[in-house]
């Protein structure tokens, strides 16, 4: 296929295991947690590399956030990514994956042509797995989730799902949306050379609300379906009791206590 | 909702920009409202030459709140067999359906399944809707999104639930996009505010570490995805209800994807799920000769065998066996954990088990938190005594 066009969203996450919320004000504290790019999206760019490798490619990422979240462009030139879109406004604020899905794909309308759009099958901070779907619905596009391999041929693609019960292999013609997860390959390390290209800023565009030409109320928080009302730290469930004694104490008093509580 | 003045148009193409839901599209030089039209309005504020002006009256889809009625679940089945997500959520839209003083309703597409509102009916249901044909015997995108889409627009239900399993998570946000609604997924909890029916829908974040309560309030249908095994079956099986039969046909997009083919994986995952008994082992068991004690232990109880994320990266076990937030969400009446710290992702997947046992040499060690039962001690010494006194 000639002058295949790629696109992955890629987006940048709090490692999750350093989040707390703040009691007082029930929100998560992010200050000082470093972050990272999505692992799953991480997959979703080598395997556009992948193909780009094998039938030649332009790859270009797409991610929506503050500006930091440019952090993860530079990350994914050094991997061999050809072109960024950094997707940040202050209207884009508090998105529900609706509203990001439909930024995602206004952008993915404005920047041309395309044969396959490649996603994360979730975010490691929200994990809803939403967003991939909602982009291909907002295009009108067929998806396929849970990938864990692709392969281009003539136009279409060949998937492998990972599913619960069962693999299933399905048959798409581009273009169309895959969000793939971790089984799918092993991302490579980014590359001296590709830093030292992705370093001159040629690389990356910048747009907001304007440039996507959709007024503010149908962007961020006020026109997204869904609300955090609330976040928590799960409470887990009070200490039960320690039982006392050596090994054969333990071993005995436990098998009686199973015993009392009818679960043997 | 909107009325056209064509003569106005200036061919611009702002409204088509405008619009969230491909609602309005142009036709050379005439703009044309679309099915997709929701009536928000919005292409009437960005229209500055008057070809789009409000007709009086706002029918924006999702927004007539009072006009939505009814808790709704989305059925999964697999060669026929109804899944048991399926009847744990029908126990859940049972109790929110009564506390709103409505009715329950159960969505089942597949092939051969014309006599299975039945098992749907006794487990809550008053109302099924069936569709019941061969191009449906596998899940696709397409057409499940097209019929269950179509249905939920005629009867605009005010809650929608699915399970959040692979078919669930494929079709809910697709679902949710076609009906410009909310979407709340793999939620751990629900609960119904009587008065106003918004639906509080709370899921686990950031690996389990963090729990968000999410509402949407101003949208219906509310819906949401619900991790298998954390709501509760209920059967009646003198209840009654209705089972509807759908008239349906593959289209043309049906067929945009098509399946190859289809390959089992070994059954070990679904027997987990329904296990009475998991003795499950982490890092602790340290090797394979640790290992063989845990099998020895689950033999002796006659439980299934579950794992940490350590011992399935350690190779002692297939990752089909894993417990927790990236492996299988369990609750057997006894969880056994062996050597396990107890993250917070591998609570994820247990803590609502009955009674929990563990054994660890770390008094410290967090799966105490919520263990009913503590050993502290090495597991070598501690699970050959209990096997031997259990004998
Ligand atoms: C995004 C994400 C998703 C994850 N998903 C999951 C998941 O689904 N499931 C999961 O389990 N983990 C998951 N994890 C990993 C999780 O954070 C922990 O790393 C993992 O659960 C630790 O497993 P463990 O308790 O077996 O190992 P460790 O934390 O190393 O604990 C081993 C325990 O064994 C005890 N021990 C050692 N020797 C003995 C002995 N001889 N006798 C008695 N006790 C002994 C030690 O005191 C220690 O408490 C996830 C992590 C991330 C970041
Ligand atoms: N803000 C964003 N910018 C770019 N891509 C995103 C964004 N949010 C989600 N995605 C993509 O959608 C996938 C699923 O995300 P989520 O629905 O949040 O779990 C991610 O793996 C990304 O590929």
Redesign the pocket.
Known sequence: MKGLKIIVAVKQVPG??EVRTDPKTNSLIRQGVPGILN?EDRNAVEAALCLKEKHGAAVTALTMGPPEAGDVLEEVFAMGVDKGILLTDMAFAGSDTLITAFILSRAIIKSGRFDLILCGRHA?DGETAQVGPQIAGFMDLPQVTYAEEIVLEKGFITVRRDLEDCQEWVKVKLPAVVTVTSRINRPRYPSLYNVQTACDGSLLTTWGAEDLKVPASMLGLDASPTVIKKIFEPDHKKRGEIIPGDEKEMAASLIEKLKGVNVI | MITLIPENCNACRQCTYACLYGGIVLEGKTPVRTDSCTGCDACIDICKTGAIVSSGQNIRLGHDIAEYKGVWVIAEQRQGHILPVALELLGKARELADIRETGVTAVLLGDGVDKSGDLLIKHGADRVFIASAPFLGSYRTSPFVRIISGVIKEHRPEIVLFGATAMGRDLAPRLANSLRTGLTADCTQLEMSADDGVLLQTKPAF??NIMAAITAANHRPQMATVRPGVMQPVCSPSRKGDTVFLDVREEHSDTIVSILKTVKKKQSRATLEKADIIIS??????DSK?FKLLKDLAAVFSGQIG??????DMGLIDHDH??????RTVRPCLYI??????????L??MQSSDIIVA????PK?P?FQVADFGLV????R?IPEIIEQLK
């Open positions: 999750t295991d692992p490691i | 690996g389990g082992g982490g890092r602790g068991l340290g640790g794992a940490s994320r350590a011992a399935v894993q417990v927790g937030q990236t492996g954990a062996c050597g396990i710290s107890g993250a917070v992702q591998h994820a997947g054994i660890n040499k770390d060690a799966i001690g090495d597991l070598n501690i």
